[in-house]
């Protein structure tokens, strides 16, 4: 959706996105490793790396945002479910909406089409090696899991690219709440060493120094 990258008042979803993929956002040991700086460990007392996976799937300060969405989305999506569930009886000529007078197969198909949604929807910001390739969530780079890949889902393509697009809108917007929150938990504050001069820095980079 370009609203949420072309019109949207904060742009941490574009920034968490540009800077995760090339390795270079602004996490502790993103800090560590480049400056050497404090501690590359996690501020919110996790006893992990403060690496990007870990602060957008795995630290525990955050989990009340990821529980928020996750129910969020679930819900977002059973909706959809139900609205595809009417149109297909609409298109089937079914008497009153009546699931029992659809085919014995596309009845089937919608119900595993179902179960396989619910399941990744519930999974999306955790590793869930039935949902992520590799167990690893990537929710905050703004991708979701391949869903049109399921046998029963492409039978229901106005569906698949309904929900495609709400989990994507999901996820950027839970990757914007988590940096927003971060950036503002002040885990930036670890100063600089004395060392480090402004002209040490690409100028784009300067204003780093003054946050």
Same mark, same amino acid.
């Given at each position: ?7 949207? *008042?904060?742009?941490?979803? %574009?920034?968490?996105?540009? =800077? ?20 590359? =460990? ?10 990007? /996976? /870990?602060?957008?799937? *795995?630290?525990? /300060?955050?989990?009340?945002?990821? +529980? ?46 179902? /179960? ?5 929807? %519930? ?24 869903? *049109? ?8 393509? @106005?569906?698949? @690219?309904?929900? %495609? ?11 914007? @709440? ?11 504050? *670890? %100063? ?7 002209? +040490? ?11």
């Amino acid at each position: 959706p370009p609203y949420r990258y072309t019109k949207a *008042s904060s742009a941490c979803s %574009a920034v968490v996105q540009l =800077y995760a993929r090339s390795s270079q956002l602004d996490t502790a040991a993103t800090r560590f490793e480049r400056h050497n700086t404090s501690t590359p =460990y996690c501020h919110f007392g996790c006893l992990s790396l403060e690496t990007t /996976h /870990h602060l957008f799937v *795995s630290c525990h /300060h955050f989990q009340f945002l990821r +529980d928020e969405y996750t129910h969020r989305v679930c819900q977002r999506t059973e909706a959809l479910l139900c609205e595809a569930e009417t149109t297909c009886c609409a298109q089937e000529d079914c008497s009153h909406g009546a699931r029992s007078s659809w085919p014995t197969e596309r009845a089937r198909l919608f119900d595993d089409t179902r /179960h396989n949604l619910r399941r990744i929807a %519930a999974g999306l910001f955790v590793d869930d090696a039935s949902v992520w390739p590799q167990s690893l969530s990537h929710f905050y780079l703004g991708s979701v899991p391949a869903i *049109s890949t399921l046998l029963s889902v492409r039978q229901f393509p @106005r569906l698949v @690219r309904k929900v %495609a697009n709400l989990w994507h809108e999901e996820c950027i917007l839970l990757a914007g @709440r988590i940096w927003g929150e971060y950036k503002r938990a002040g885990s930036h504050r *670890s %100063a600089m060493p004395s060392h480090v001069s402004p002209s +040490d820095f690409p100028y784009h980079l300067r204003y780093l120094l003054s946050s």
